[in-house]
Each structure stands twice: as C-alpha cells, then as structure tokens.
C-alpha cells in the first residue's frame, strides 16, 4: 500500500474541512517548533557588579527610553528664558509722568480768584484738601492705572504746591530721565536696580530741593519692567531642544559586557532593558514567530481555497507541498546547527532550489515561488548570524535568488540531465549572488572566505538538482504525482507497452501518434497540458492490442474477421478495447491520467456502423447496448484526444481529402459530439472549441497536402 492508499483512508474517515484544518495546523506546529529555538531569546544569570565571564553583544537594536528622556530633560533644561523687550513702555511711562503733571497744574489752575491772599492763607488748609481730592478724583478716573495706591498724598501735595515754573522743569528733568533709563532693558529682578540709579540721577538733578522728594517718587513709580518674560517661546525652544536630542539606541551587535569586566549599573540596565537576565525574561519573541506563522499559513490556506481542482486533488497537494516545504525546513535546520564547526555564512550551503524545482514540476510555477518566498523568510531567522532574535536579510535575497533561479531556468522537456544542466546554472547564479552581497557590503575577506563562499555556492546548486532527481520519483510514486519528468520517460518508445503495440499493431501505433500530434497541437493553443495529451494518444488504444486484427488499421492483406460474426460480438470486442485498455494501464502502474484518458476517450459514444447493421436484422435493438461505456471526457485533454481520435480516423478515410472537405468533416464531428453530450462534463468553452477545430485543420492540411506526380521513366 502506498502513501496515496493510507492518505485515501484517513480521507474517508475525516470531512474535507477537517483534513484540511488537520493538515495546516500541524504544518504551523512544527514550522513554529523548528524556528522556535532560532527567537529564542538568550538569557544570562547574572548580578549586579559581578563580574562577567564572557562577553554579551545586544541581539537587537532598542531604544533606551529612560535615557533618552534624562537627556532630553537636560536639553530642555539648557534652555534660556525667552525675553521680550517692549520698547513701548518708554513712551508710555513718560506719558504717564506728563499726564500726573498736566493734572496737577489743571488743579492748580482752578483756585477761586476772588479769594484774597489772607483769605487765601485762612483757607489754604481747606483749600490744599479740595485740591488734592479733586486730583485724586482725576488720576483714578483718568488715568488707565490707578496711580493714587502708588503714590502717597504727601507727593501730590508737594506737587500742588509748587509753582507752574517748578512743576515745568521738575517734568522735563524726570521725563528726560525716565526716558534714558526705561531705554534699557529692564528685567524684573532689575527694577530695583534702575529705581537706585533713578533716585541718584534725580538728586544730582537741578530739580528744586522741596521737590527731588516727590521727583524721586515718580521716578521710581516710572521705572517699570520692559523686558518681559514670554512663557510660550520658551516652551517651544524647549519642545525644539527636546526633539533635537537623538534618541539613545543599544544597536545590534553593540557590546553591553566585555568578559572579564565588572558590570556596572549602566551595564545591567541595557541587559535588563534587552531581557537578557533570566530574573526579566520577555515573551514577545514567542508572539512574533505566532504571527510569521499565521501569516505564513494564512497565505497557503488563502491560495489553497481559491485553487480549481477537486478536493483530493487539493489534498494531495496539500500534503505533498506540506512535505516537500518540511524537507527543506529540516535541511536549513541541519545547516544552521553546522555553525558550530565555526564556518562563517554556511547558511550559503542549503540547497534553496530544491523544494522551488520539485514543486514547479510536481505543481506549477505559482506555487514554487509562494514556497520560495517563505524559504527565504525561514532562511533570514534560522541563519541569524547567531545573533538571537535577529533575521539575515542577506540570506533571505541569496535563497529567494537561488529558487527562482532554479524555477525558470526548469524547461518544460525536464530530462534528468536537464535538472543536471539547470543544477550547474543555479550554481553559477548562486556565486553571483554571494559577490554581489560581499562587494555591496565593502567588508574586508581574505582569500580563503571568498574561497569558501565559492564552494557552498557551488555545492547549493549541485546539491538542489541532485536531491530533485533524488526525491522526485518517491513523491511521483508516492502522490500518484504526474510530473513532465515522468511523461517524458513515458513517451519512450522503449517503454514495453508502446514496444507491444509497434510490434502487435503498428497499424493503431501508427494511428497513435497521428492522434498525438493533433491532440498536442490544439492543447497547446487553448494552454492545456501538451504533453499529457501526447503521452496519452501513445497508450489510449492499447486495449487493441488484446484482438489487433479486429480493427482496420491492424487489417493488412487479410479479411476482415467482422464479415464471419455477427454486430454483437463485433460490438462487443471494438467496445471492450477502451475498458481492456485501462485495465492492462492499471495493471502495469501508469498513471491515472493516461488511465483516464484511455477510459474515456469514446465517452458514451454510439457505434454506428455496427448498430445500424444490427438494425437492419432486427428493429427492436436497444441503442444504449451499442454505446461505450464511458465515462464520458472529465478533462480538456480527455475531450481534445476523443475529438481528434475520431478526426484523423475519419481523414485517413477519404481518399485525397482538399482543405474544404477537412474542415467540413471536422466541423460536423465536433456539432455530432456537442449534439450527444459528450462534452458536458469537461470545463472546455465554445471559444475553445472553435480554436481546435482550427487547430486541427491547420495540422491536417499539412499533412494532406497536395504533391507533385512524377513521371514514370521511359
């Protein structure tokens, strides 16, 4: 019992949902088991001032959050108080100044004038009160701040005593210097400062002596800041000096520890902030390598449910691609643990055009690449430079090189020595690769690395088309897996069956390989498999081998037995060759699809010459017991070979047939076959049945073309 059979059973038992659900889960558990020793994160045990007995290198680059917020506190804390000088509290102080003065000389002015100087000194008392309330009164009505809380009553009162001529030059000596003082820029801590040198300017001033006290006071009142502190400019220098400070990193690679040192408290923070101590461990390796692994069997069930094929088909592959990608997984893995023998790089050694070569002969193109893809993804973890937690990016580009190198530069005619011949070319491009990697890094290697990057390289190459050819047989047998590898040994004429129908009836062999060439020419024009249609026009008549002289190309230079028996046993034996055919195909192992083609090539077609010569003895004959047994044609392949079996059979029939009449015959076949349902169960369209159809005629008027009729000699 092979694979398939034990594969066949569990199918069975377990819905299509279920088996598939089955299948990815434990594709993801040991994808996650096989990269889960390459994320996990190396601890040390390890204490505060000890002292270290190797040396420890970051296995990441992180961002040392708590230092960069200390040295972002300090940038901001550099930054200077932003100041603003309003040059225009000069003049307005000044103006403040005059206006107390223009005030007091208006209430000066409103003394009654028929009050005589002794009533004048008999009311003086009263007088100096009204007055001083009423410039009271002004200042706190007039004045934009209330001047009066700032300056005592005995100020004004020297003021309102004085007259207009001391007044005048008090006011122009205290606005000359309120002016040159409040010219300056005066901070709050400096209005003290500017008040002292107001006092000592005005008393070395002409002002007269019972006014430099009130001068002195208005002086001082005048003096105000001018340079004021602005708290939003500061805070955006700030914001500006903050963002200015680069954030502190510990790169990858960067030592934290050098063995033999004492591990300080700047040590054993970074191995702390890195989850390097085993008293600090961290989970988020582990919930990282879960989501590549989602994301990685997300995308197969993803292309697996948009894929047209059945549901075993799609199990089959399943699994096959599940085993193959498993292969390569266990091959990297090996590798990886080889880094022990202290061989830089030797990640370069797997075979990564392997499992991209197996799959694009075993599958098609678009699943090579998915697989290449997420090789090289596994490569980048798996060959981490052992740098735990890190992805080489270097061999994630060499291995998805090397497998799609190793997917387009397969032919379709895949012999073993052209996997050999692709083999050699991989190796070359694996080379390439490598230097253009090294060159592009500018780093210094001696001659002996460039030596042994030459030779992985090369081993790679050999070693995928090597352990292709190898497996390719196990999983052909095993999957019941048609690859072109194995068509192409099937076409062999030394293949026993085509040797028994050349040797036993060279006239259907012949008819054979006529049907091949029709049937490949119109599967490649409408993009079916070609070579699956010409392999199995060589064996899809080998059930007439059983009786070859019952059938008329085998007839030569003898009667024809037909004459002698009657329509059934003639019905009998031309419609057992389609199911002897299959039978003596399963019995010597070939593959399903040659198996089918062989069964299904006549579909549920009526023998007609037979039936109606049976008619013509008795009318009451049943036609289904003249029809081949089917099933009718399930593939494009199937139905193309069925169509052109009867073609080129009905050609060779007419007797110099011209183009016309080709395309005629060919047309008529085709609507006979659409007409009776034989075509229903195949997925082939009328627009590509009407490219067969010119197919067919482009292929026969080659064959049937006209010749020259030489002249007999005299």
């Given amino acids: 019992m092979n694979l398939q059979d034990y594969i066949s059973k569990v199918r069975t038992l377990l819905s299509y949902k279920v088996f598939t659900f089955i299948c990815f889960l434990i594709l993801a558990i040991l994808l996650y088991g ?15 001032f000890s002292v270290a007995d190797k040396t420890i290198r970051s296995p990441k680059t992180i961002v040392d959050e708590e230092k960069t917020k200390d040295e972002q506190q300090k940038a901001a804390d550099a930054v200077e108080k932003v100041y603003t000088f ?8 000044v103006s403040l100044i005059n206006s107390i003065f223009d005030f007091v000389t208006d209430a000066n002015k409103e003394i009654p004038a028929h009050i005589k100087d002794k009533e004048m000194e008999k009311t003086d008392k009263k007088t100096d009160k009204e007055r001083l309330v009423d410039l009271k009164s002004k200042l706190t009505s007039d004045v934009n701040e209330d001047v009066t809380k700032s300056i005592s009553d005995a100020v004004l009162m020297d003021l309102l005593k004085a007259t207009p001529f001391e007044l005048e030059q008090t006011r122009n000596i205290l606005n000359s210097q309120v002016e040159q003082l409040m010219g300056e820029k005066i901070r709050e801590d400096k209005v003290r400062q500017y008040q002292g040198r107001m006092e000592d300017l005005i008393r070395d001033s002409s002002i007269p002596t019972e006014l430099k006290s009130a001068a002195i006071a208005l002086g001082k009142y005048a003096i105000v800041p001018n340079d004021i502190y602005d708290p939003e400019q500061t805070d955006i220098r700030k914001k500006q000096a903050i963002q200015s400070v680069e954030p502190i990193k510990i790169l990858q690679g960067q030592v934290i520890v050098q063995e033999g040192h004492l591990i300080d408290h700047e040590s054993y923070h970074q191995l702390e902030l890195l989850g390097l101590l085993k008293s600090n461990p961290t989970i988020k390796p582990y919930i990282g390598l879960g989501i590549f692994v989602f994301l990685i069997i997300g995308s197969l ?88 937690g890190s992805v080489n990016i270097e061999i994630a580009i060499y291995i998805l090189f090397s497998g799609t190198a190793g997917i387009l530069l397969l032919t379709n005619r895949n012999r073993k020595s052209n996997i050999l011949q692709a083999g050699f070319f991989i190796s070359i491009i694996n080379i390439l690769i ?63 069956l085509l040797k028994k129908i050349l040797t ?33 026009c060589y064996y899809h008549d080998i059930g007439k081998t059983r009786r070859p002289q019952f059938f008329i190309e085998n007839q030569m230079n003898i009667e024809n037995p037909h004459n002698h028996i009657s329509p059934e046993t003639s019905k009998d034996i031309i419609i057992a060759h389609a199911t002897d055919g299959a039978l003596m195909l399963k019995k010597h192992k070939l593959p399903k699809e040659i198996v089918d083609i062989a069964e299904q090539h006549h579909g549920t077609t009526l023998l007609k010459y037979f039936y109606y010569k049976a008619k013509e003895e008795n009318d009451h004959i049943d036609e289904m017991d003249y029809r081949y047994p089917g099933p009718k044609p399930q593939t494009k392949e199937a139905a193309i070979i069925s169509i ?58 080659g064959i049937f073309h006209s010749r020259i009729e030489y002249p007999n000699p005299k």
Avoid at 34 to 48: C, G, M, R, S
Avoid at 86 to 93: A, G, I, Y
Avoid at 658 to 683: A, F, H
């Fill in 301 to 388: 069930y993803l292309y697996f449910s948009t894929f047209r094929v059945s549901e075993e088909k799609k199990q089959n592959y399943l699994i096959l691609l599940s085993l193959i990608f498993i292969i390569s997984l266990l091959l990297m893995k090996i590798i990886g643990l080889m880094a022990d023998l202290e061989l830089d790089k030797i990640g370069y050694l797997f075979p990564a055009a392997m499992a991209p070569m197996l799959i694009r002969m075993m599958l098609n193109e678009r699943f090579a690449f998915i697989i290449t893809i997420i090789l090289a993804a596994c490569g980048s973890i798996i060959f981490h430079d052992e740098i735990t």
């Fill in 86 to 93: 309003q040059k225009e509290k000069e003049q307005n102080r």
């Fill in 34 to 48: 096989v990269l889960f020793y390459n994320v996990k994160p190396q601890t040390y045990d390890i204490e505060l």
């Fill in 504 to 536: 036993e009836a060279p006239g259907t062999y012949h008819h054979s390989v006529m049907v091949a060439n029709l049937a490949e020419a119109a599967c490649e024009a409408i993009g079916a498999n070609g070579l699956l249609a010409r392999v199995g």
């Fill in 434 to 496: 490598i230097f253009f990697l090294l060159f592009l890094g500018n780093g210094q290697f001696t001659k002996m690395e460039y030596l042994y990057y030459t030779i992985f390289a090369f081993v790679s190459g050999l070693l995928s088309a090597i352990l292709t050819i190898g497996l390719l047989p196990f999983f052909e047998a095993g999957f019941g897996v048609l690859s072109t590898l194995k068509l192409i040994e099937l076409s062999s004429p030394n293949h026993p």
């Fill in 644 to 701: 052109a079996d009867s073609v080129e059979a009905a050609v060779r029939s007419m007797t110099h047939p011209t183009p016309e009449q080709i395309k005629n015959l060919i047309d008529s076949i085709v609507q006979e076959r659409l007409k009776d349902g034989q075509l229903n169960e195949c997925d082939i369209t009328l627009k590509e049945i009407e490219v067969i159809k010119k197919t067919f005629c482009e292929t026969l008027n």
